[in-house]
């Protein structure tokens, strides 16, 4: 279980994250979703510990993110942000490499091999496994960041815009690849998403943030009404039921 | 560092011409070899060729210098090839941190205060540690500011770092003026790194330090290649990030405050031998790029001196030659970067 009680982050006076506290971890895909500044990239950072939270704490399976072990936190949880530029030429094979290094530290042994051609296969990169990532299109690159997350190997995954500049094919190969990441390796994963169709498709729950608080969290039917959506995204939102599922229309 | 620590991994992945030469030389293993081999033969050279009178005198004074060359080799090579890993960028030197200009500074104000002659016949071993102890104390204090505090910035601390560089060069400038011909002169062979003809006792002082910081990088070599990744992935592969970084922001301040103290400004070549080694070890991992960069820099190093006395009949300012070869691929560098 990731729990945030009470946290709070403030830049400069200005509260980017207000008295949270939530839970994830029982469903297998939560869909954070909300306007720009809503605070989720922030939410996801101190879960990741990137960053401090001025008051509150953060625990994940009971470890204080604070206080626990770097090493430990690594082996349960993994956190994907959303531009992962790197300096270095790396292949696609190096990269899912990193994957296991919360397991091996640097020295692979035969069954991180294993996890790691696993991975690989599972998000089926092999033919691109010598390739660098510089020579790779946005969605095979993305895909090799989530190759290296599975092979990390962890309970909980936490994914921050992951459909971030794909195009409509990879956005559902993506979202159906997490659902699939959740069913069938039974990871908990928690996703930023702005496309509410998206979320409301694929996702168990889904929680709304505003302002750096949390104004609703709900099962899917229930955030896919035009009330809640108006008061998430400040915007009239037309939800309609096409073959029984609700599609919100944001378009106009 | 010695290249045997580098066990046999993985060769790169991509491969597309075959062939035995090829395929050993796609192994970093067999690159850096070679480059020993290049090494082993450059220094045999520098030590038997020409020799006026007795072989075995000639061999001593000359591998005092071959050994200094190594020290500052390693010293200069692997800080700078951690340093572009700990910013996250490759055409940085460690010297942005102040080190020359602090070298300069207390050079100036020891001539400046105790004249030409008090400076020459200063004890050259208290010269020595004053020099590292104020370099890295300098270095120590600008990390623990600015990244051991709430902010923590690299950037910043660089800024701080540049900002401060330039005030100790224009003080050392102003007091420059002020000294007598006799006295400048002094400071200025100073100011030109001179690897000839070391002091045995500090350059063992120095190799020390530098063995020692060494001995801290390699156990440090696997999270060192998670930290090209950059600092949200590495603490998310669960990588300490601050304490890594203090860690090895020490090590490099400890390892370039030594060498500069030993030789005197050295660091931009540091540069040139870093990316030539990303280049040349055709892998992004520490236990080759690190090994690549110091057996490069001996090779510039023992080839220069080389150059310089043998086809050139010159004496000395190996520095000179090294600051201008630097400062061409330097630019090179930047204009390649700029072209992408």
New interface residues.
């Given amino acids: 279980m990731i729990a945030l009680t009470g946290a709070t982050k403030r830049y400069n006076g200005t509260t980017v994250l207000d008295d949270v506290t939530v839970e994830f971890g029982d469903e297998g895909i939560t869909s954070l979703i909300g306007p720009n500044g809503a605070g989720k990239s922030t939410l996801f950072g101190l879960v990741?510990?990137?960053i401090q939270p001025d008051s509150g704490s953060i625990t994940v399976d009971g470890m204080d993110v604070a206080s626990a072990?770097?090493?430990?936190?690594?082996?349960t949880i993994?956190?994907?942000?959303q531009d992962?530029?790197?300096?270095?030429?790396?292949?696609v094979?190096?990269l899912v490499e990193?994957?296991r290094?919360?397991h091996s530290?640097?020295?692979l042994n035969q069954a991180d091999r294993v996890k790691i051609d696993e991975a690989i296969a599972y998000l089926e990169l092999e033919e691109l496994?010598?390739?660098f990532l510089d020579e790779l299109s946005g969605g095979q690159r993305q895909r090799a960041f989530i190759a290296m997350v599975v092979a990390?190997d962890t309970k909980y995954v936490l994914l921050d815009e992951p459909l971030n500049n794909l195009d409509l094919r990879h956005m559902t190969e993506m979202m159906k690849l997490i659902r699939r990441m959740a069913d069938e390796l039974e990871k908990k994963v928690v996703v930023v998403l702005h496309d509410i169709n998206f979320a409301a498709t694929y996702s168990d729950r889904i929680v709304a943030m505003r302002e750096g608080r949390i104004v609703a969290d709900a099962a899917c039917d229930d955030i896919m009404r035009p009330h809640v959506l108006r008061e998430v995204y400040s915007t009239e939102v037309d939800v309609r039921v096409i073959d029984g599922k609700p599609i919100a229309l944001y378009y106009s | 560092m010695s290249t045997d620590t580098a066990a046999v991994t993985s060769a790169p992945a991509e491969q597309k011409r075959p062939g035995a030469i090829r395929r050993l030389w796609a192994r970093p293993g067999a690159r850096i070899a070679l480059l020993g081999i290049v090494v082993v033969a450059l220094a045999a050279f520098y030590l038997f060729y020409d020799v006026p009178g007795s072989l075995l005198f000639a061999a001593k004074i000359r591998g005092l210098t071959v050994l200094a060359m190594l020290v500052v080799a390693t010293a200069v090579g692997a800080s700078t090839v951690v340093f572009h890993t700990i910013t996250q960028n490759r055409i940085l030197t460690p010297s942005i941190m102040g080190f020359d200009a602090f070298y300069g500074l207390i050079t100036t104000v020891m001539v400046f205060l105790f004249g030409a002659s008090g400076f020459l016949s200063a004890d050259s071993m208290t010269l020595w540690i004053l020099q590292v102890a104020v370099m890295v104390a300098f270095s120590g204090l600008l990390f623990t500011w600015l990244f051991a505090g709430k902010r923590r910035s690299i950037h910043l601390m660089l800024l701080v770092g540049i900002v401060l560089g330039t005030f100790f060069r224009s003080f050392t400038e102003w007091m420059q003026r002020m000294l007598d011909p006799l006295d400048f002169q002094v400071v200025t062979d100073a100011m030109f790194a001179s690897l000839t003809r070391p002091d045995p006792t500090l350059l063992a002082f120095t190799a020390v330090l530098v063995v020692a910081g060494c001995l801290v990088l390699v156990p440090l070599l696997a999270k060192l290649d998670v930290l090209t990744l950059g600092e949200p992935m590495a603490v998310g592969l669960g990588i300490d990030h601050r304490r890594l970084v203090m860690l090895l922001f020490l090590v490099v301040s400890v390892m370039v405050a030594a060498s500069t103290a030993l030789v005197g400004p050295i660091l931009f070549f540091g540069l040139i031998v870093a990316n030539l080694a990303y280049s040349y070890a055709g892998s992004f991992r520490h236990r080759w790029t690190l090994p690549s960069a110091v057996l490069l820099g001996m090779v510039c190093l023992l080839g220069g001196q080389i150059i310089i006395e043998q086809l050139l009949g010159w004496n000395g300012t190996l520095s000179t030659v090294i600051e201008f070869a630097g400062g061409l691929f330097f630019l090179y560098l930047v204009l390649r970067k700029g072209a992408r």
């Avoid at chain 1, 072990?69 to 082996?75: C, G, H, P, T, V």
């Avoid at chain 1, 993994?78 to 942000?81: K, M, S």
């Avoid at chain 1, 992962?84 to 030429?89: E, L």
């Fill in positions: 990741g510990r990137l072990s770097s090493k430990d936190l690594a082996r993994a956190v994907l942000r992962n530029t790197i300096a270095s030429r790396l292949t094979q190096d990193f994957g290094f919360p530290h640097g020295r496994r010598g390739r990390q």
